[in-house]
């Protein structure tokens, strides 16, 4: 997997993935080793959790730190005027640690047209660097062929509803829940069983959760991440949340942008090149031109 965070990115080779002098990727330094059915994170366990709102509706999606001047999201969640917070903890209540940033560019897969469809990404650049702290830190982003398979536990983060139509309540505290890995070819079976809505899980799609339901990404959760520990203790983001049909239900698990979908992976890539200025794989552009990504993706600011 690769880490996407700042320059003076360092490959090391053993791992496959890239780590930086400047600020690790993956490793919450304060804790090592809702959603619907999670729990309480632990304040600081998930530096890279952002909160997307806007002025007027609050709180709408989730999203991810993956360099200085960028965060993950999906698609769907924008376009509007948002507001970026990193380090917080709570949604109602006080966040000591946590600092806004105002959106400068969004950049979503040329051809998104809906979360059904596939492609539902964000790369969102923010006006000013992000201040690195205990409770603010990058996740790693995976390369292509790094493999999450059917039945890994992996977590799921964020601020959304905890049940169906059913807000996070009190102070708001970011929740987690753990589910497994789900294969394409089983979701699709799955969503087949009883098709309220016709859904085809396509090449950029990974599915997550109980075939039983009871634990699951719900609305709100949109645009954070889905994370799997690797062996050597780091954590990298597998997806993007993006849709389900109604919240844990059974046969229905959560569906979530697959980031090692080699056209996610060369979006990402793409993007970085346009602003090589500000590169988020410092390095690793010496060994890969940026005109090879450039020249195979259309790229649509919003």
Known sequence: FVCVCCPQDVLLAPFGFM????????????????????VDAADGAWPWQVDIQTVTDGH????????????????????????????RYQ???????????????VFIPSGYSDPYNG????????????IWSDRVRPICLPASGTVFPSGMLCTVTGWGNIREDVPLPGTGTLQEV????ISQSACQEMYQ???TENVDILYDMICAGYKDGGKDSCQGDSGGPLICKMVNGT?????????GVGCANRNQ??????????????????????????????????LVPCYMWTEALALNSV
């Open 19 to 38: 780590a930086s002098s400047a600020q690790e990727c993956g490793r919450p330094p304060l804790i090592e080793d809702r959603i619907v059915g999670g």
């Open 60 to 87: 709408i999606c989730g999203g991810s730190i993956i360099a200085e001047k960028w965060v993950l999201s999906a698609a769907h969640c924008f376009p509007n005027s948002y507001i970026i917070y990193v380090g």
């Open 91 to 105: 949604l109602n209540g006080f966040n000591p640690h946590e600092t806004s940033y105002r959106v400068n560019q």
């Open 119 to 130: 492609k539902d990404l964000a790369l969102v650049q923010l006006n000013n660097p992000i």
């Open 178 to 181: 753990q589910v497994p890995i």
């Open 193 to 195: 069983l009883n098709p």
């Open 235 to 243: 954590w990298v983001q597998a997806g993007v949340v993006s849709f």
């Open 253 to 286: 698990p959560g569906v979530y942008t697959r980031l090692t979908s080699k056209s996610i992976i060369s979006y990402v890539f793409a993007i970085n090149c346009s602003f090589e200025s500000q590169t988020l794989l410092g390095s690793l552009f010496k």
